[in-house]
C-alpha cells in the first residue's frame, strides 16, 4: 500500500530550514506559505532530499476567499504520498505562484490547464499560455464567478 | 546537408491523430526538428459540469473521457467518492467492477496495438482482428449493463445490477479462446520484420525522464521501472489477486507495444482468479443514499487505468455536488514529452510514436 503521510509525518520528513513556510498542519496536508523565493528550493528539496520524484497532479480550487494550489507528490522507491497546498491570490486579482515546472517536467501541461481554467499565472514557466481554450478567449470557466 | 525548414499543420482532423489532436511540425527535409502540440478541440468542460450534477450523475461524464476504458474511468471516480463520502462497498461489486476493469483494460490494449500498427502503415488486417476480440468484451459488457461504450456500470457502494445467468459462461468462454487469439495476434506481428526495424530504437524513453514527466502507465513501465498501483497500492480487491508486471528494457516503441500485449495475458489471468473468488451476495449496501451527501473534505484515488494513473480529485462543501472535481488525465500527461521523443526522427516515425504513447482525445481536453 503506498503511505499516505498525515501533515505532522510530513513537517517531520522535511528540511529544518523550510519549518517557517509552514502555514498550518492539517490532519492529511500541509499548508505552505507563497514564498516566491523559497518555494522553489523546498520543492527541489522534496524531490531530491525526501526523493518524491513523481508528481502525480496539480490542481487548484477556487474558494472565493482565495485559490488554493494542491500537489499531490508520490515517491516511487518509498511507496508514500504527500499532499501540499499552498493558498494563492486572495485578493483575486491577478493571483499567481511560481512554476514547479524546473523541478517536475510533468507540471507543465498541467500548470497549462490550471492558467486557462482558473487564472492562477505561473511565474517561470517556459510557456504560459492557454492549453485548452482559444487564445482570445473571454475570462477562467471554472472560477467560480464566472459567467458564461 | 541542411535544407530550407519547412512548418506544417498535422491534424485536427486526419486519420492518423485518434481523434482531433493538432500538430505544428517543423522539417528540415525528412527530419522533425520541432513539434508543438496544440490540444482543445474535444473540450467539453467536464469539470465545471460536474459542478452542477449530483455524485451518481458524474458517472455518466467519466464515460466519455476515456471513451475507450469507461469501466476504468468510472472505477477511479467511485473509489474517490467512495473515499470522500465514507462509503464501503458490497464485496460482491467490487469482484464485478475487477472483472469489468480488467476486461476493459484488454479492450483498450487491444484498441492501442490495433492502431499502433495501422498507424506503422499495416492496413487494417491486424487492427480488425483485434477489434474482433474487442468486440466480444462489449457483447459482455452489453450483457453486464447494457450499454457497449459508455457503460455508466458503477455506483457509490458497488455496481448498479448483478452480471445476468447468461454472462458468465461467455466470459469463460471469451477466457478460453482469448489465449489462442492473443498467440495468432502475436505469431502475425511481434517478430515481422517491418515491425521490428520500425519500432526499434525509435523514441527511446528514457526511465529519469519518463518519471520526471508523470509519465505512468504502460508507457513508464516500458522504459523498466516497475510501477503498477495495482500492485504498488492495490485498491478494491487487487491485494487478493496475483499477476505479473511486464516491463520494457529500452524504452523505444516496440517496448510499449510488447509491454500491452502481455498486459492482456495478465488481465485474462486476474479475471480468471476473480472468478474464483466471486461469492453470492448484494451488488451494493442498501444504506448508500440516492443522494450521496459527504461531508466536508477532500479526495484523491489514483488507479491504475489502461493509459496510466487516473485520478479524481474531487473537493465537498458537504452539498450533492462536488465542489471541485479535477481529473488527473494520464493521456495528457503521457503526451508532456511527445516533442523531445520525436525531434531527430523522421516523418514517418512521427505518429508511430503518437500510437505508441495512446492518448485519447476525450481524455486529453475532457
Redesign the interface.
Known amino acids: 500500500?503506498?503511505k499516505e503521510l498525515t501533515g505532522n509525518e510530513i513537517k517531520s520528513t522535511i528540511n529544518d530550514k523550510f519549518h517557517e513556510l509552514i502555514i498550518s498542519i492539517e490532519n492529511d496536508h500541509l499548508v505552505i506559505k507563497n514564498d516566491n523565493e523559497k518555494l522553489l528550493d523546498f520543492f527541489n528539496s522534496l524531490k531530491n532530499d525526501n526523493k518524491y520524484?513523481?508528481?502525480?497532479?496539480v490542481?487548484s480550487?477556487?474558494y472565493m476567499s482565495k485559490f488554493v494550489v494542491?500537489y499531490?507528490l508520490t515517491s516511487?522507491e518509498k511507496?508514500e504520498s504527500i499532499?501540499i497546498k499552498i493558498p494563492c491570490g486572495e485578493s483575486r486579482i491577478e493571483p499567481s505562484i511560481i512554476s514547479v515546472t524546473s523541478v517536475?517536467?510533468?507540471?507543465?501541461?498541467?500548470e497549462r490547464?490550471i492558467y486557462d481554467?482558473m487564472g492562477i499565472y505561473f511565474h517561470n514557466h517556459p510557456n504560459m499560455k492557454?492549453?485548452?481554450?482559444?487564445e482570445n478567449f473571454d475570462g477562467h470557466?471554472?472560477r467560480k464567478d464566472f459567467v458564461s | 546537408m541542411s535544407t530550407e525548414l519547412v512548418t506544417m499543420n498535422i491534424g485536427p482532423i486526419h486519420p492518423s491523430t485518434h481523434g482531433v489532436f493538432r500538430m505544428r511540425v517543423t522539417f528540415d527535409g525528412e527530419t522533425i526538428i520541432d513539434a508543438e502540440p496544440i490540444?482543445?478541440y474535444l473540450?467539453r468542460?467536464s469539470?465545471?459540469l460536474a459542478e452542477e450534477r449530483t455524485y451518481t450523475q458524474i458517472v455518466t461524464l467519466t464515460d466519455r473521457m476515456d471513451y475507450t476504458a469507461s469501466m476504468t474511468n468510472n472505477q477511479a471516480y467511485i473509489l474517490s467518492v467512495e473515499k470522500l463520502a465514507g462509503i464501503k462497498p458490497a464485496e460482491r461489486g467490487v469482484w464485478l467492477r475487477m472483472i469489468a476493469a480488467e476486461l476493459q483494460r484488454i479492450a483498450a490494449h487491444s484498441v492501442a496495438i490495433g492502431f499502433l500498427i495501422n498507424d506503422l502503415g499495416a492496413w487494417h488486417t491486424p487492427l480488425l482482428y483485434l477489434l474482433r476480440e474487442r468486440e466480444k468484451i462489449l457483447e459482455l459488457f452489453e450483457m453486464m449493463c447494457g450499454a457497449r461504450i459508455t457503460n455508466s456500470y458503477l455506483r457509490p457502494g458497488g455496481v448498479f445490477m448483478d452480471a445476468p445467468e447468461e454472462f458468465w459462461p461467455s466470459l469463460n468462454r471469451f477466457l478460453d479462446e482469448m489465449p489462442e487469439r492473443l498467440n495468432d495476434i502475436e505469431n502475425l506481428l511481434t517478430d515481422n520484420e517491418i515491425i521490428v526495424s520500425r519500432t526499434q530504437n525509435v523514441a527511446v524513453l528514457d526511465k529519469e525522464?519518463a518519471?520526471?514527466?508523470?509519465?505512468?502507465g504502460p508507457m513508464l513501465r516500458a522504459s523498466g521501472?516497475d510501477?503498477d498501483?495495482r500492485h504498488?497500492?492495490?485498491y478494491d480487491f487487487y491485494d487478493k489477486v496475483s499477476f505479473r508486471r511486464p516491463l520494457g528494457t529500452v524504452g523505444d516503441n516496440n517496448d510499449r507495444y510488447l509491454v500491452r500485449l502481455h498486459e492482456i495475458r495478465e488481465s485474462l489471468k486476474i479475471i480468471e482468479q476473480c472468478l474464483d473468488l466471486i461469492e453470492p451476495g448484494p451488488i451494493k449496501p442498501d444504506e448508500v443514499p440516492f443522494l450521496v451527501r459527504p461531508d466536508e473534505g477532500?479526495s484523491?484515488v489514483?488507479i491504475e487505468a489502461p493509459k496510466g494513473?487516473l485520478?479524481f480529485?474531487l473537493?465537498s462543501d458537504g452539498g450533492i455536488s462536488p465542489?471541485?472535481c479535477?481529473v488527473?488525465a494520464p493521456s495528457?500527461?503521457n503526451?508532456?514529452?511527445l516533442r523531445d521523443m520525436v525531434i531527430g526522427y523522421k516523418i514517418a516515425d512521427l505518429f508511430v510514436t503518437f500510437g505508441s504513447v495512446d492518448v485519447n482525445m476525450g481524455e486529453v481536453?475532457?
Open positions: 500500500m503506498t520524484n513523481l508528481l502525480s497532479s490542481t480550487v477556487d494542491v499531490h516511487i511507496n499532499v517536475w517536467r510533468g507540471a507543465e501541461l498541467q490547464e481554467l492557454r492549453l485548452l481554450l482559444w470557466p471554472l | 490540444i482543445g473540450h468542460g469539470e465545471k525522464d518519471i520526471n514527466a508523470s509519465i505512468t521501472v510501477w498501483l504498488r497500492n492495490p477532500d484523491y489514483p494513473e485520478g480529485y473537493v465542489f471541485r479535477h488527473r495528457l500527461m503526451l508532456t514529452l481536453d475532457r
